[in-house]
């Protein structure tokens, strides 16, 4: 791991590269992540999903701790999934927002 490159910026490089497969955003930018805690014990992702009942869930989490864990090199990491609050499209990056037309 490169000395100017911090273990957040690579967890959000890697959070980057998981895509909800109805959405072509990812996770990140979608607003999905609502934090990033890196400690002794490893990495702990808070984040939610567009919908509760999302048919993807167990596979949007396992690829967050496979793409976390592989830019990284850290082997504990975990993706605690919440509702709370309930994502809506206010929370996307304005990229996101002008990829899918919502500006």
């Given amino acids: 791991m490169s000395e100017s ?7 959000i490089d890697a959070l980057r590269k998981v895509y909800d497969p109805e959405i072509p ?19 702990q992702v808070t984040m939610t999903l567009t919908a509760p009942g999302c048919p993807v869930a167990g ?8 793409e976390v864990k592989n830019m990284t090199g850290e082997p504990n990491v975990h ?10 499209k206010s ?9 899918l037309g919502y500006m």
Wanted: aromatic share 12%; hydrophobic share 45%.
């Fill in 91 to 99: 929370m996307m990056s304005e990229e996101a927002k002008l990829e």
């Fill in 5 to 11: 490159v911090s273990k957040y910026d690579l967890v």
């Fill in 25 to 43: 955003v990812n996770v990140y930018d979608l607003g999905l992540v609502y934090k990033v805690d890196i400690n002794e014990k490893g990495i």
């Fill in 79 to 88: 993706v605690h999934l919440t509702f709370d609050p309930a994502w809506d």
């Fill in 59 to 66: 596979d949007i989490i396992f690829q967050v701790e496979n």
